[in-house]
């Protein structure tokens, strides 16, 4: 079957090769348009010349070999609501609205639609589509690497959250800026089962602003078959409003502990009122109490930010 695909290709980034790629995977053939200098200047501000455009795209596709062929297209179609030879397209999530029309013409004409194959969008570091614009912007470069700091806000003025961001996040990305801001939920103040991920989820959103990413950490208590644990959630959305979540690990609080939380008590003020562990919610943590220091608050919370963190880190596998 031979398949189709086309674009202005202005810059050829790694959102483009994942488009050819799948097009020499599954096609016998393959057509590649590349927009006119006319039409590739409707609706953009900078366009690399036809002769550039060509010349990169065509060194790529040497490089893979397999039967291919370029072609200059002038208008969105670019022929395909006529053609018979070609059996299918390869489209992106913006491209795909053009390619039904494009069926709607060609069942139109008395044609039968193309098989429409989409490619998901290749993300950059900040969880947005790559982009020729944001390259020649300066922005990323061609594999979506950021050429600036990756922005954080976290959904809180407690420190240890935010180290705990800061130490997880300083692993994944080469420069990083995060900071804190406290911020509202409408989980109560000692969040109960599925309140403890919502309440996350409120932090993460609530945070974001301009940053890339907003992040939230809620921990609360889960009752279980042999007693009450504690389970830190993590929450982190990024500007298309994506979410991923996660969770450290869980551990069980004392009997006496677990009774006054259940009468309407907070962690923290259970803690103190039993143990006199006045800072027991904020740095301390009561695992750290409970371990003799053997684990820490920020240790927990660490665990969380890289659960919500692993679809991001290899977001092929979960899109």
Request: with cysteine; net charge negative; proline share 4%.
């Amino acid at each position: 079957m031979k398949v189709g695909v086309g674009g202005t290709f202005n810059i050829l980034h790694r959102g483009h090769r994942a488009l050819l790629d799948k097009a020499l995977e599954i096609g016998s053939g393959v057509v590649v348009g590349i927009t006119s200098d006319r039409f590739a200047l409707e609706g953009r501000e900078r366009i690399l010349p036809l002769e550039e455009r060509m010349s990169e795209l065509e060194a790529y596709l040497r490089e893979k070999g397999g039967n291919w062929k370029i072609s200059v297209i002038d208008d969105v179609a670019g022929g395909t609501a006529e053609r018979t030879d070609i059996g299918a397209l390869v489209v992106s999530p913006e491209t795909r609205p053009r390619a039904e029309e494009i069926n709607r013409q060609r069942v139109a004409n008395g044609l039968a639609p193309l098989l429409l194959v989409q490619v998901p969008h290749v993300l950059a570091e900040d969880g947005t589509p790559i982009s020729s614009s944001r390259i020649l912007a300066g922005d990323m470069d061609l594999d979506g690497r950021m050429l600036r700091p990756i922005r954080v806000m976290v959904g809180s003025d407690n420190p240890v959250k935010l180290e705990a961001v800061r130490n997880v996040l300083s692993k994944l990305f080469r420069s990083l800026e995060v900071e804190c801001t406290p911020v509202a939920t409408s989980m109560p103040e000692q969040p109960f089962g599925e309140q403890t991920r919502q309440g996350a989820i409120e932090r993460a959103k609530a945070a974001l602003g301009e940053a890339d990413f907003g992040i939230g950490l809620e921990a609360g208590v889960f009752e279980t078959a042999d007693g009450l644990y504690d389970v830190q959630y993590c929450a982190v959305v990024d500007k298309l409003g994506n979410v991923t979540v996660g969770h450290g690990s869980g551990f069980k609080y004392p009997p006496e502990v677990a009774r006054k939380v259940r009468e309407g008590w907070t962690v923290g003020r259970s803690f103190a009122e039993l143990y006199g562990q006045e800072g027991a919610g904020r740095r301390e943590g009561a695992i750290g109490f409970l371990t003799k220091g053997l684990l820490d608050r920020t240790s927990l919370s660490e665990q969380a930010v890289m659960a919500a963190m692993v679809p991001r880190i290899r977001w092929e596998l979960y899109r």
